[in-house]
């Protein structure tokens, strides 16, 4: 089956740029998501790509899409403490999302 | 907005008894409603995908006489977790999506249940 993997933990210092990294298997998503899970809640949307495309920005937010080596990344510029949280990719797979395993985001001052 | 609700937001019960989880859209309509399960520091799993109108579609591995799904509008959904046992212990999280998705398969997220059966 469909298998997307992250890396578990990324520390970073306040103002620092943060790249979240993401693989995944399947070659015929449709989209590609990135999502923020705060401590005991649920998660949030942050931005999505259209598997056609190589890149998309949003404010903060980029998101690079390497289709050939089924790799997606998303890069947080001047990343703040407000920004730790679990980030979790996702693959768009059908009709169901496939969650990574998440990557813990820590900034520190 | 697109907001989905999760009630209750903790829940403690005895092993045995059985526990139910309701997930509202509260301002859009939802044809597909998902249930997802999370351990601690870990991803969500997906356990079934809930359709108005119709019966859920389990994934393999997931008890469906155990996690007992209905939805019965375009707006709700319950998970009832029947005889509850500890390793049933868990983050349980809905999510919905909106009627005109479309091809886009945005699901808006519920704020979690936290289920600890003692």
């Known amino acids: 089956g469909e298998d997307v993997e992250q890396s578990l933990f990324l520390s970073v210092r306040e103002g620092d740029s943060s790249v979240i990294n993401c693989t995944y298997t399947?070659?015929?998503?449709?989209?590609l998501y990135w999502y923020k899970q705060e401590p005991g809640a649920g998660l949030q949307l942050l931005t999505y790509?259209?598997?056609?495309?190589d890149m998309k920005q949003d404010q903060r937010l980029t998101v690079l899409l390497n289709k050939k080596d089924k790799h997606l990344s998303l890069r947080i510029a001047d990343t703040q403490t407000g920004d730790s949280a679990i980030y979790f990719c996702?693959?768009?797979?059908?009709?169901?999302?496939?969650f990574g395993t998440g990557t813990r985001l820590q900034v520190f001052p | 907005g697109a907001v989905v609700s999760q009630h209750p937001s903790w829940v403690i019960c005895k092993s045995g008894t059985s526990v139910k989880i309701e997930c509202r859209s509260l301002?859009?309509?939802?044809?597909?409603m998902f249930w997802y399960r999370q351990f601690p520091k870990q991803s969500l799993m997906l356990m079934a995908t809930?359709?108005?109108?119709?019966?859920?579609?389990?994934e393999q591995g997931v008890e469906k006489d155990k996690f007992l799904i209905n939805h019965a509008s375009l707006t709700l959904s319950t998970l009832t977790v029947t005889s509850a046992h500890p390793e049933d212990s868990s983050f349980y999280i809905c999510?919905?999506?909106?009627?005109?998705?479309?091809?886009?398969?945005?699901?808006?997220f519920g704020p979690g249940t936290r289920l600890t059966v003692l």
């Open positions: 999510s919905a999506r909106k009627f005109e998705s479309g091809t886009y398969n945005e699901q808006f």
């Open positions: 399947d070659s015929s998503s449709t989209y």
């Open positions: 790509i259209f598997s056609n495309m």
């Open positions: 996702a693959d768009g797979f059908t009709d169901k999302l496939i």
């Open positions: 301002d859009f309509q939802a044809t597909t």
């Open positions: 809930s359709n108005e109108g119709s019966k859920a579609t389990y």
